[in-house]
């Protein structure tokens, strides 16, 4: 599995280039802005996350607004019920547990526990926690979203009924720490512009000689 995934890796990049620098917000500001990510696009995300820190400029603000108010701030993102209560719990969580909330958040945590932390938390799956150690602190670990998931799954690179979960450690597993990052970016960039959801366009794939499902027209 290691060759095939930089196999595919060296294609993604030859195809695509290298990726954008990681943004690097403080983890906290990672946390929630993963949390707004959820079944919208990066610019109503972004959108959610501006108005979020305009209306409510702390974190301690957000964790003892009222959910109604927060909902109200981060309209744009859509979910806006659903997230504020998630955000606002996993706020009032961390401060419980004596994390403070700002950008001291997390210092000199080892990658282990605040792993542990993180997906301790209601409302934060792997996904999130990976997001926040691969793109603000750096660390090595591999988020799955759907597109990560769907590609991987075409491209083989794990088995074809693995859920997200499964797959994110499947990967997390085998591809190499200091590729992490490069393999993440080009696999949804990949998913986005070529291998898309329903009608993926193999005729136009810089991957489709390594790909066992070239041609399986919206099938994962
Ligand atoms: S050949 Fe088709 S299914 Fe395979 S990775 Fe390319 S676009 Fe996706």
Redesign the pocket.
Request: with cysteine.
């Given at each position: 599995m290691r060759r095939r995934i930089a196999a595919v890796l060296r294609r993604l990049r030859r195809a695509y280039g290298p990726p954008p620098a990681p943004r690097r917000l403080p983890p906290l500001d990672e946390l929630v802005l993963t949390v707004l990510s959820q079944n919208t696009s990066d610019t109503n995300r972004d959108r959610a996350y501006a108005d979020l820190r305009s209306r409510l400029p702390t974190w301690d603000e957000v964790a003892d607004a009222p959910p109604p108010a927060i909902a109200r701030a981060i309209r744009r993102g859509g979910l806006g019920p659903t997230k504020s209560v998630r955000i606002r719990r996993i706020l009032r969580e961390l401060r419980d547990r004596g994390v403070p909330l700002d950008e001291r958040a997390f210092a000199g945590m080892r990658s282990a526990a605040l792993w542990d932390l993180l997906v301790g938390l209601g409302g934060v799956g792997p996904k999130t926690a990976a997001c926040v150690l691969l793109f603000s602190l750096g660390r090595p670990f591999f988020p799955v979203d759907t597109h990560v998931h769907r590609?991987s799954i075409?491209?083989g690179l794990v088995p074809p009924r693995s859920d997200p979960v499964r797959a994110q450690e499947l990967l997390q597993a085998e591809v190499p720490p200091a590729d992490v990052y490069d393999l993440h970016m080009g696999l949804i960039r990949?998913g986005r512009e070529?291998?898309?959801a329903r009608r993926?366009?193999?005729s136009?794939?810089?991957?489709?000689d390594?790909?066992?499902?070239?041609?399986?027209v919206g099938a994962r």
């Open positions: 590609v075409r491209l990949h070529v291998c898309v993926p366009i193999c136009r794939c810089p991957l489709a390594l790909c066992p499902r070239v041609g399986v």
